[in-house]
């Protein structure tokens, strides 16, 4: 498939697409400016003997079957509202925490809600929103032979785009659980904070979640 990154220039886009491009994929890294994107795909390509392309964020996502967006919590609305023309009905993934720096180990939900929540009010009505991936170590994700023993939650309304979301994260090596609808992403974006703070605690590079009690694959 084709997959856009946006902001895929920091550490988790590196992992996903470098991740992305071993399985198959065709991977599109955005930035807010194009000379920055096409120069990290390059230097991500030639570090890890994968092909990617670089664009600017909405280059990257007129080309992509599948939008990931990858960015601070910060830039979340200014992100979205910069892309929202060029999604359709492609499917978009969301994995932004809304943390609030330097407190970092505790839950910060925005006025009760969740970051992908804001964003499906960021973007035209209809639109596969789905969120996923907030609980991966980008340090471990960053490492094309780290091997992942924890799972990825998949929440979002449109069933069809959470099944196809879960697809391209086995790519990645990971196994994504179907975790309902989107109003579920309060639960995804809270458990983040708490495994930061077991990370503190018990020295960990990456704390994970893994679901017991169901088949390996469907």
Request: overall charge negative; some cysteine; aromatic content about 4%.
């Amino acid at each position: 498939m084709k997959i856009g990154i946006v902001g895929g220039t920091g550490r988790e886009g590196r992992g996903l697409a470098v991740r992305w491009a071993k399985a198959g994929h065709d991977v599109f890294i955005g930035s807010r400016q194009a000379e920055k994107g096409t120069a990290k795909a390059a230097e991500f390509g030639e570090e890890f003997g994968v092909t990617l392309q670089g664009a600017d964020n909405l280059a990257a996502c007129e080309d992509a079957e599948i939008i990931v967006v990858t960015v601070p919590y910060g830039a979340h609305r200014a992100t979205f509202e910069s892309i929202k023309d060029a999604v359709g009905d492609k499917v978009i993934v969301d994995i932004t925490v809304p943390l609030q720096p330097p407190k970092v180990r505790s839950v910060n939900l925005p006025e009760g809600q969740a970051a992908a929540l804001e964003a499906r009010s960021y973007l035209p009505d209809g639109t596969r929103l789905v969120a996923a991936l907030h609980h991966i170590s980008s340090e471990h994700l960053s490492d094309p032979d780290h091997r992942f023993d924890c799972d990825v939650l998949v929440c979002g309304d449109d069933k069809a785009a959470r099944a196809t979301v879960i697809s391209v994260i086995s790519d990645l090596g990971l196994r994504g659980v179907d975790a309902g609808v989107l109003k579920n992403a309060i639960a995804l974006e809270s458990l983040t904070p708490v495994l930061l703070h077991i990370n503190r605690r018990y020295k960990s590079v990456g704390s994970g979640i893994r679901i017991t009690g169901i088949a390996e694959t469907e």
